[in-house]
Structures are given as C-alpha cells and as structure tokens.
C-alpha cells in the first residue's frame, strides 16, 4: 500500500486538519501491513489499521495532536506488553497531521519526522529507487512513499440485483477503477457509490472498445441476448479476465453460439462461467463475496478459469 493522496485531500476539504496514521514499520505477528492507513479528523475517521487497542490508542493520539497543533509523531508499539493483544509483534506508527498547504504534490514522497534540513543522500537514493507500491521506509529520520500502484480496471455490465451487490462489494476495496453500464440512468442505485463511474448506454456493446485490454469484466445484465453479445464483443476486443452470471446450461448454450460466431474453444474458455464460489448459494450478495474473494485472491488469474476444450 502506498500514499493515497486524493483520499487525504477529500478529507481535508470536508472536515479541515487531518492527522493521518500509518503503519509504518512492523516486526513479527501484526494486525496490518507496513503502508496501511487511516486517516482521523476532530469527530471522525476513516479507514483502519486494525488491532482493536492499537487503533483506539492510535486514534486518541491522532485527536491529541489536532488539539496540540503537533506536526509528527513516531513510536514503536510491541502488541503483546503495551496493548495486552496477542499478535506478539510490534508495530512503528507514524503519525502526521495534514492540511491543503502540507499536502505533497508529487509521489514518491519523502520528509523529516523532526526539525526539517537538507535531505540526507541515503534519503535521495532510496527516493530515486521507489516504486509504486513499494512499503513506506524510514531512514535517517525521514519517511519515505512511494505512489500507489497503477489500478486495475472493472467494468461491470449490469445494474441489476447482482450488479448492484458486486459493485458495493467491490467499490471500497483500493485497488480498483470501476466503470458500470447499463441500459438508461434509473437503472442505477441512489445514492451511487463513491468513486464509480456509472455510463447509460442504449447499446451497451458499443462501449466495449473503450474498455482497457486489461480490465476485467462481469457481464451481469438481465438479458441473455445482451449478455451474448457483450461475450461476443469482449472475445473481439480482448481482456484481463471475463466473467458471466449464469448457471452451467446457460453456459453450454452460450459456449455453442460464440463458437458459431467464429471464436475458438480456447478463446471461449476463458469466460468465467458460473462465476463466484457457487457453494454459498444464489443470493446476490453470495455471489458477490464469492466474486470479490476470486479477484482479490488471484487477481485477474482467477477469474479467467482456462478449461479443458
């Protein structure tokens, strides 16, 4: 995980000072990863860097500084003889408070934890080799990020029960750039999810060029005609990892169209059908969590199941 910027920026528009927590460091058993972060202002916050008593603590500490006007903070926490947790690791917090004036404008970012000075030459090299998604560092007194990694495109055909489902499944996970089609507007959900780009097309497969070569697609939608055609279009036009809601006979039937339209059986194989996890049921929200947990698990790879022909 890396420095989320846009996130810090929105929380400071909407509620001024922001005292940003992250994990910057961890030894052994802990509850979350070096880059994990969350963000506290006066009455609230939002992400989480888990633990239960480390998070309480580190939140009270975060509203401490508001009120004190602090700028940094660093301490190392051992979960077990501090916080009574039975992780049996430690973790290093780094805590900063950020305004509009102290946000950094470009990524990868470094700077001091104390009185600010001319950076150290391990510094600027280590800065010259991040990555994007490369852990946070510490060294010298300074800390280190990197910029999030690139996002992965989604594109979800479908705003129907298991549409709406996977999307808010999908839609707080960092990681993902959703795009969400459908037939007209009130097909769509109020209030919408944050962060997803809803397009109403009255022909869907038009948009299927515009879709990255590496995006992943779920075509969900409540028509079966559509959902051949958006098959039809996403084989022509290529993809990270296709799935489609149906059951096996479904399946079998849509296996023998697209092969009638030219495409081959191992093309064809590698649309996911049925997807998700199909022994937690039908309901929506079953598939969901089993769709999300195949796209989280292995990424695109899963999704794509390459079957035998």
Do not use: Y
Request: charged fraction near 20%; hydrophobic fraction near 45%.
């Amino acid at each position: 995980m890396s420095f989320e910027r846009d996130s810090l920026a929105a929380a400071i528009a909407a509620h001024g000072p922001v005292v940003r927590v992250l994990v910057a460091a961890s030894a052994g058993s802990a509850p979350r990863d070096p880059g994990t972060a969350m963000l506290v202002w006066e009455d609230g916050q939002s992400g989480t860097i888990g633990g239960g008593a480390l998070e309480h603590k580190a939140v009270r500490a975060a509203r401490d500084m508001l009120v004190a006007g602090r700028r940094t903070a660093q301490r190392r926490l051992p979960l077990g003889p501090a916080l009574r947790q039975c992780c049996g690791g430690a973790v290093t917090l780094v805590w900063e408070r950020f305004d509009d004036v102290s946000l950094p404008d470009t990524l990868p970012h470094a700077r001091p934890l104390g009185p600010a000075g001319d950076m150290p030459a391990p510094v600027a090299r280590k800065l010259a080799a991040m990555r994007p998604g490369t852990a946070p560092a510490l060294l010298d007194g300074w800390l280190i990020e990197a910029a999030m990694p690139e996002a992965r495109p989604l594109w979800v055909w479908g705003a129907g029960h298991v549409g709406r489902a996977v999307v808010s499944v999908m839609a707080p996970l960092q990681g993902r750039v959703i795009t969400w089609i459908d037939l007209a507007p009130d097909c769509f959900p109020a209030p919408f999810p944050e962060g997803v780009t809803a397009i109403p097309a009255a022909a869907p497969a038009a948009l299927m060029p515009r879709a990255p070569q590496q995006a992943d697609h779920l075509i969900l939608t409540r028509d079966h005609d559509l959902d051949l055609t958006l098959c039809h279009a996403a084989l022509l036009h290529g993809f990270a990892s296709c799935g489609l809601i149906g059951s096996a006979t479904k399946w079998a039937r849509f296996r023998s169209r697209l092969a009638a339209l030219g495409h081959s059986n191992a093309l064809i194989s590698r649309i996911a059908c049925p997807i998700g996890d199909t022994s937690l049921g039908r309901d929506p929200q079953a598939i969901a969590v089993g769709v999300a947990a195949a796209l989280l698990k292995g990424g695109n790879e899963t999704m794509t199941r390459d079957r035998a022909v």
